[in-house]
């Protein structure tokens, strides 16, 4: 098949190409907005998404509103080229996960000794594949910390690479992502994963996508900012929002502020810019 490169995606339904695309690939924020604002055209048949975690309620929404046929959730970064895992996503999936490795690659979710993590239990992803990079081109000390030695290989030169997100090992044999593990926080002594607020938040029927960081005020205090976006057509209170998530959530880890926003900020590759999201109007 041809290859073709549209640099904005929501420019696909005036595309020429767009009666020829049968597969498109992206993240989950610009597939949704895609959705949101033009639609998908019925020539699509597979969605590949990835570079951020992905809400089951897009993927419901891509099989019941569109022509799609298969939704896949990829994950790797670049330095595995350019995936490590996959997951065929079905509409009535309660859990998405990132799947299992893809072929010629092993994951291990590790403590902090490096130690195999059970399963259930967090760790950090590390990634050894036939498509690991070499390093960092004239960055010899990111190289060494980022691409170590393997423990679980006796071939010379192995080496794993430190992804720096989290992860788990589910009881099937699928990987559960849970974020980055510089976004996992401690606030008021308790360490939060940001990831795990984001995905109890998107839970509500009425919220498309949401993001959650951690802001400072002039008194160097902490609070957790939970931005959203909704669906078409939907209303919701703060206050209802609030009482979803303190069902679902302890209360150290219930949010301070909640911000509605019509879209979430991009970058120029289609991923959330936490750098771009406004300050709250906290009362």
């Given at each position: ?91 009535e999936d309660n859990l998405i996960t990132i799947g ?66 989290l992860a788990r090992y589910l009881p099937d044999g ?110």
């Amino acid at each position: 098949g041809k290859v073709i490169v549209i640099e904005n995606l929501l420019h696909l339904q005036t595309s020429v190409a767009a009666q020829k695309v049968t597969l498109i690939n992206t993240v989950p924020s610009a597939i949704a907005e895609l959705l949101r604002i033009n639609g998908i055209p019925a020539c699509v048949r597979t969605i590949n998404l990835a570079g951020e975690a992905l809400p089951r309620k897009l993927v419901q929404q891509l099989y019941q509103k569109t022509s799609v046929q298969n939704v896949f959730n990829l994950y790797g970064p670049s330095e595995d080229t350019t995936y490590s895992t996959f997951s065929l996503v079905n509409a009535e999936d309660n859990l998405i996960t990132i799947g299992r490795p893809i072929a010629n690659t092993q994951i291990y979710i590790l403590d902090s000794q490096l130690q195999l993590s059970p399963i259930g239990i967090p760790g950090e992803v590390y990634l050894c594949s036939n498509g690991l990079a070499r390093g960092y081109l004239n960055r010899p000390t990111l190289t060494a910390e980022k691409f170590i030695p393997n423990p679980f290989s006796h071939k010379i030169g192995a080496r794993l690479y430190k992804t720096g997100d989290l992860a788990r090992y589910l009881p099937d044999g699928n990987i559960e992502f849970l974020g980055r593990i510089d976004h996992q926080v401690k606030i008021r002594g308790f360490r939060i994963e940001l990831g795990e607020i984001e995905a109890a938040i998107n839970q509500h029927p009425s919220v498309s996508m949401s993001v959650v960081v951690v802001r400072q005020d002039e008194a160097a205090n902490q609070s957790l900012v939970a931005y959203i976006t909704l669906y078409p057509e939907q209303i919701v209170t703060i206050a209802e929002l609030r009482r979803f998530l303190e069902s679902k959530l302890p209360n150290y880890m219930v949010i301070t502020a909640i911000v509605v926003l019509e879209a979430l900020p991009l970058t120029p590759n289609g991923k959330i810019d936490r750098r771009a999201l406004p300050a709250p109007n906290v009362t």
